[in-house]
């Protein structure tokens, strides 16, 4: 049922393992949503174009009197005052010399005037002629000249940009009440095997409860998927066929456990069945060696192995990065720095290992430390871990001081 391992094909590693994954997700097709909230976390489908000048007329940055440069040689005047502009309205006179007009932030420059003095460099005398003392002005001293945050025609957004908050706010100033977008991935999440339970279930002998389902449906809603949890299928291929066939209806299937060697490990056989083709079974890492991935027709089909920690270091290293790049992301990930062991560190391990350990910033940079781990079914080290240190095969005592490439989980 497993792939066959043979000398002539080694195994292939972690980072061309989801290079080969990654070859097969592409972005999804865009949908249009509303602005807000939909497209927040979204990733823009097409590129973004201003319609207009912004502003669209040279504009006060302040409150305080438009004037003419020429009308304050040393800064000190005493004006009458024109009119009072508010934003949004459109001046009423042209600002004659020895003149100045009331304005306030964002309200269009009057013609002729050509700097704005802040009021607080001023005071309405009891006649209504404003006293000015200030610098001599500059011209275009506190304006926001027309075109100067973007100009008609420009590309204000280009596609594959992330929509954050900031990018909601220029989708709505470029008049985008809704917006092509690509969609979330839908993920379905599938337990399997007969010992287990839901956790609202008391376990029988030999049972234990299902921490990958719940955990699973976190990591893809944290990744940003829609997410089904189709529950627990038994190690039948009777039971294991119908759940895999609904969950072939998403863009990405995740069965956790099935996938190794054991009599009962049916579900690499049962998706081949199901017509899923395989392009990989098993990688040279350490958890989660006996990790499957397959499609079929654009569903994407990972079989993570059973032991949490396998599940868990499986989905952030193939699956989040997946999950990315079908959401439209430039960068899959997964986010990955360098940092220095903050102790000695003996270890010994025969495939590249992704060990739970904690991350700190500190003054000096990135410091990391193994946290205690008793293996692949050790969920709890997690619990006390933020990234994952990824060490060599082989027998080494790592030097305090040594760099080595981290994987963050909290970010
Ligand atoms: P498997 O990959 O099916 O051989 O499972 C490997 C180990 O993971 C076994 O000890 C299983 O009992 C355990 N396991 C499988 N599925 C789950 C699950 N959903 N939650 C917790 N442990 C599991
Ligand atoms: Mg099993």
Redesign the pocket.
Same mark, same amino acid.
């Given at each position: 049922m497993n792939a066959p391992e043979t000398k002539s094909s080694p195994l292939l590693g972690v980072a061309d393992a989801r290079a080969l994954m990654l070859s097969h997700a592409c972005a999804l097709p865009p949908e249009t949503v509303p602005l807000s909230p939909s497209a927040l976390g979204r990733v823009l489908a097409d590129a973004l174009v201003s319609d207009r000048d912004l502003p669209p007329a040279d504009r006060s940055a302040m409150d305080g009197y438009a004037v003419r440069c020429a009308d304050l040689p040393e800064g000190r005047a005493i004006l009458p005052v024109l009119e009072e502009i508010t934003a949004g309205r459109v001046p009423q006179h042209a600002l004659r010399p020895g003149f100045a007009s009331r304005i306030m932030t964002g309200a269009p420059l009057p013609p002729g005037a050509d700097a704005v003095v802040v009021v607080e460099r001023t005071r309405l005398l009891d006649d209504g002629r404003a006293q000015i003392e200030d610098r001599p002005p500059r011209p275009g001293q506190n304006v926001m000249p027309r075109g100067k945050e973007m100009r008609t025609g420009d590309v204000i957004l280009p596609a594959g940009t992330l929509l954050r908050p900031p990018e909601i706010g220029l989708l709505a100033t470029l008049g985008q009440a809704a917006v092509r977008v690509v969609p979330a991935p839908r993920v379905a999440i599938l @337990?399997? $095997?007969d010992? =287990?339970v839901e956790p609202d279930q008391e376990p029988g002998p030999g049972q !234990?409860?299902? &921490? /990958? $389902?719940p955990?699973l449906v976190a990591q893809a809603e944290r990744a940003g998927a829609v997410v089904r949890y189709l529950g !627990?299928a038994r190690?039948r291929l009777d039971s294991l066929r119908p759940k895999i066939e609904d969950g072939l209806g998403d863009d990405v299937l995740v069965l &956790?456990?099935? =996938? @190794?060697a $054991?009599t009962?490990?049916l =579900?690499p056989g049962a998706l081949r069945e199901l017509g899923v083709v395989a392009h990989l079974h098993k990688v040279e890492m350490k958890p989660g060696k +006996?990790v499957f991935f397959g499609t079929r027709g654009r569903t994407l089909v990972f079989g993570? +192995?059973? /032991? +949490?920690v &396998? @599940?868990l270091v499986c989905f952030e290293l193939f699956l989040r990065p997946a999950l990315r790049r079908l959401a439209g992301h430039a960068e899959p990930g997964p986010p990955t720095v360098s940092a220095l062991l903050a102790a000695d560190y003996a270890y010994r391990t025969d495939r590249p290992t992704y060990h739970p350990a904690r991350l700190d910033a500190t003054s000096e940079g990135w410091r990391v430390r193994a946290v205690p781990w008793l293996g &692949?079914?050790d969920?709890r080290a997690l619990s006390q871990a933020n990234a994952l240190l990824v060490l060599p095969a082989g027998d080494h005592r790592h030097q305090a001081g040594q760099a080595f490439s981290v994987v963050r989980l909290d970010f």
């Open positions: @337990s399997t $095997g010992e =287990v !234990i409860r299902n &921490s /990958n $389902g955990m !627990i190690d &956790s456990g099935g =996938v @190794s $054991g009962l490990d =579900v +006996p993570l +192995p059973g /032991n +949490p &396998s @599940s &692949s079914a969920l």
